[in-house]
T-cell receptor
Framework: LAKTTQPISMDSYEGQEVNITCSHN???????ITWYQQFPSQGPRFIIQ???TKVTNEVASLFIPADRKSSTLSLPRVSLSDTAVYYC???????????FGAGTRLTVKP | ETGVTQTPRHLVMGMTNKKSLKCEQH?????MYWYKQSAKKPLELMFV???????ENNSVPSRFSPECPNSSHLFLHLHTLQPEDSALYLC?????????????FGSGTQLSVL
């Protein structure tokens, strides 16, 4: 299983764009990159998933360079309600046993 | 509402008690999972069920006993727990285990062992 490394915490202000980068140097060919969001006392919630280049949905964008050794979750114009822990996971295509790291604790300030 | 319901939301038990956590998913999924989240620690995968069969047990102590009677229900039976077992226990489901399907989590059971 590819190990992921991401910053422990980040601070931002309302209305700013937030970029959280995750390193996964030993990612395998068939691995996908997946991000989850977790609020206090709740289970994690799926945000976005990608394999290469760029993926965008109504919540976020995910940028993956050609070597796929890192990825960046981009949250446009964050609000206070985006304060949460964000997890980067590398998941094998044929194995859905997801293992979470420590995550990045994002704090959005007014 | 994620379609995964866990009960109870909060549980306090003594070390000699026996209790059970319940999880129900209304999504028609075939795989279900138990995770443990201790304070300031990453989520730990405990058990994985696929089509009602246990497919993985990540070296979890025997005082935790899972049960999956059907594809919609998952239980975690607890007995003679230790204070260090106090944590948020999360249930999740996905369409299949073999495919790269996203996980849907419940809100968890906050367990305190006295």
């Amino acid at each position: 299983l590819a190990k992921t490394t991401q910053p422990i915490s980040m601070d931002s202000y309302e209305g700013q764009e937030v970029n959280i980068t995750c390193s996964h140097n030993n990612i395998a060919t068939n691995d996908y990159i997946t991000w989850y969001q977790q609020f206090p006392s709740q289970g994690p919630r799926f945000i976005i998933q990608g394999y290469k280049t760029k993926v965008t949905n109504e919540v976020a964008s995910l940028f993956i360079p050609a070597d796929r050794k890192s990825s960046t979750l981009s949250l446009p114009r964050v609000s206070l309600s985006d304060t949460a822990v964000y997890y980067c996971l590398v998941v094998a295509y044929n194995n859905n046993d997801m293992r979470f790291g420590a995550g990045t604790r994002l704090t959005v300030k007014p | 509402e994620t379609g995964v319901t866990q009960t109870p939301r909060h549980l306090v038990m003594g070390m000699t008690n026996k209790k059970s956590l319940k999880c129900e998913q209304h999504l028609g999924h075939n795989a279900m999972y138990w995770y443990k989240q201790s304070a300031k620690k990453p989520l730990e995968l405990m058990f994985v069920y696929s089509l009602e069969e246990r497919v993985e047990n990540n070296s979890v102590p025997s005082r935790f006993s899972p049960e999956c009677p059907n594809s919609s229900h998952l239980f975690l039976h607890l007995h003679t727990l230790q204070p260090e077992d106090s944590a948020l226990y999360l249930c999740a489901s996905s369409q299949d285990r073999a495919l790269n399907e996203k996980l849907f989590f419940g809100s968890g059971t906050q367990l305190s062992v006295l």
